[in-house]
């Protein structure tokens, strides 16, 4: 009865939770964050539940057998019983342990980029441009842009290691991939780039530094559980399926978001340059984009034979 108050419970405040994120992003947040703090206790009281209520019924079996007398038969189905009650009581503590330790701080790794930096000295037309777009979109301009030949055009704000050299970078960086450059006009350029700007401009970098440790703890939890499904005889598939529920919600309000701020930003990069700019910028950027995969993919397969 228990672990299932505690499985309506869930179910009820993700459905909830998940409804009320799709109409505020910090509804999303502050939602998403009382999850992540409640979940691991919740399935841990639920495993406990369902692990006290199976040995209960193996007990109350073998205590059964017990009083048949103690025949080879009944012998080999008591082994078998605390052999049973012996694994599901292991696994229910391991995930109860991992559960608590999904409740510790989250420390996100640096995101690693393959590029370099490009300074205002080194290409003053390109932070010019970049200086005036961000006036235009009221928006920040970036601390670093990094220059490389791999990836697309994305923004981030946290911290970034740049490869080869292992260089550290913070702070709101750009990331212009100079194969796409050659190949667009100024103002297509300028579309994608106003594009990510945006992304300032909306608070959408803030919101993901703020979002990927919420997001990360309830991933964890779901990991636990998961890693000792396996061993507990079937006894976690309910915290398991919880716990995949929890996470759809999730994902259904993180990407609700994730629509209606890239639409935003793509009004926001036709602003600044125009709407013919901007839609020949995603088509030019998605017929260039295998081109130019597979011309890397080729120098790096035989980088004799690849051009200088």
């Known amino acids: 009865a228990l672990a299932a108050a505690l499985s309506l419970l869930v179910l009820l405040a993700g459905a909830v939770l998940g409804r009320l994120g799709r109409a505020s ?33 193996v007990t109350f079996e073998a205590a059964a057998l017990l009083q048949g007398g103690f025949d080879g038969g009944a012998l080999k189905l008591l082994a078998i019983a605390v052999v049973a009650v012996g694994a599901v009581v292991f696994v229910a503590g391991s995930t109860v342990l991992g559960l608590r330790r999904a409740l510790g701080a989250f420390e996100p790794d640096p995101l690693p980029i393959i590029g370099r930096t490009v300074t205002p000295e080194q290409a003053p037309g390109l932070w010019r441009l970049l200086e005036g777009l961000a006036a235009r979109l009221g928006a920040l301009k970036p601390e670093a842009v990094v220059v490389g030949l791999t990836e697309g055009f994305f923004v981030s ?32 350029v300028a579309a994608i780039i106003g594009h990510e700007l945006a992304h300032y401009a909306g608070g959408d970098t803030t919101y993901s530094q703020r979002f990927l440790p919420i997001y990360a703890g309830v991933e964890r939890s779901l990991d636990a559980v998961a890693e000792g499904h396996q061993g507990s005889l079937g006894l976690l598939g309910p915290s398991l399926r919880l716990g995949v529920f929890v996470m759809e919600r999730f994902h259904l309000a993180v990407r609700h978001w994730s629509r209606t701020r890239e639409f935003a930003a793509d009004a926001a990069g036709a602003s600044v340059t ?8 995603l088509l030019r950027t998605g017929a260039v984009g295998p081109r130019i995969f597979e011309t890397l993919q080729a120098a790096a397969d035989a980088p004799d034979a690849a051009p200088p």
Do not use: C, K, N
């Not at 740049?162 to 702070?171: F, I």
């Open 157 to 188: 704000a946290g911290p970034a290691v740049l490869e080869p050299g292992r260089a550290r970078v913070t702070g709101r960086i750009l990331y212009l991939p100079l194969p796409y450059l050659a190949l667009m006009r100024g103002d297509e």
């Open 274 to 281: 125009s709407i013919d700019a901007s839609a020949r910028a």
């Open 25 to 57: 992003r910090d509804a999303l947040v502050r939602g998403f964050s009382l999850m992540r703090r409640l979940f691991p206790a919740t399935l841990s009281l639920q495993i406990l539940a369902a692990t006290a209520s199976f040995v209960a019924a």
